[in-house]
């Protein structure tokens, strides 16, 4: 068993507060932040973004290892599962200027973490003195009452603060009907046979859209997300499931609000990348 993996109390260094004014100054200004992956190690061993603010080309980065102690190594399918930490940096990260650190201690039985997603440990973080808990799951159910994968799948990811503030990033079914269509289309293509690997190959699903809310669940100052969807080929090659090429148009939407909607992209990146292959 390895015990040395990082735990959510090893938070990572503390922001000074020109880092941390710059960082809002970057989110304060941006209408839309644009996630470009541009490293992806073989075997996942670490996920770097860049993050465009509106003009701006590598206004910030999310850095992601398995562990902090061990960057670099492939610890996915090392106990306890799905551990990763994501730090937020100011540039490309070279002078290593964190203003946040998300979290994950993972799960140390692999099968509760791999069938029963809600057992495992939330994700957490600290912004501004408030701490931050990061879940996300499908309220919604995964599977509707016509038998569509997709049709009532309802996916979010929430953020809540220990002073009693939430937002969460909310896909609902009204908002991503293109799902449910495309995944009638795959089952129905499977009478050709050949049909569902020709779709795959040369048309990429539908995009998930988000909706970010406040804590009663209503829009929030009109900021969404997108996340980006690719052919099989593309997928498998380059973006791994993650949000590559994914953006948010952040609206009208308070300060906090932006650092919550980035750190459940964050989070999301370190959930793909520390999961455990199953091979």
């Not at 710059?22 to 190690?41: E, K, S």
């Not at 306890?80 to 946040?100: C, E, I, K, M, T």
């Not at 919604?140 to 503030?165: H, L, M, N, Q």
């Not at 009204?174 to 046979?193: K, P, S, V, Y």
Request: hydrophobic content about 35%.
């Amino acid at each position: 068993m390895d015990m040395a993996r990082v735990l959510p109390a090893e938070a990572g260094p503390t922001p000074s507060a020109a880092d941390l004014e710059a960082y809002d100054a970057i989110l304060g200004n941006a209408a839309r932040l644009t996630f470009r992956m541009v490293q992806h190690v073989h075997q996942g061993k670490v996920t770097t973004f860049r993050v465009d603010a509106d003009g701006t080309k590598d206004a910030f980065s999310i850095l992601v290892n398995h562990d902090r102690a061990r960057p670099g190594e492939n610890l996915a399918n090392n106990e306890p599962f799905g551990a990763f930490v994501a730090d937020v940096v100011l540039g490309d990260g070279s002078d290593n200027r964190v203003v946040q650190t998300i979290t994950c201690s993972g799960q140390m039985d692999w099968k509760e973490f791999m069938y029963n997603k809600k057992s495992c440990p939330p994700v957490q973080s600290m912004d501004r003195g408030d701490q931050l808990t990061l879940t996300s799951g499908s309220p919604g159910g995964a599977t509707g009452a016509c038998g569509c994968p997709k049709c009532d799948k309802e996916i979010e990811y929430k953020v809540e603060r220990s002073s009693g503030a939430s937002t969460r990033l909310f896909a609902s079914k009204e908002r991503n009907e293109a799902q449910c269509r495309r995944a009638w289309c795959d089952c129905l293509c499977w009478i050709t046979f050949f049909g569902p690997i020709c779709l795959s190959v040369c048309c990429a699903h539908p995009d998930w859209h988000y909706e970010l809310q406040d804590a009663s669940n209503a829009p929030l100052g009109g900021a969404s997300f997108t996340h980006k969807q690719f052919t099989c080929c593309y997928n498998e090659c380059c973006a791994k499931n993650q949000p590559h090429k994914s953006f948010a148009d952040l609206g009208s939407a308070p300060l906090a609000a932006r650092r919550d909607l980035v750190a459940s992209v964050a989070m999301r990146i370190g959930s793909i990348l520390a999961t455990p292959a199953t091979g």
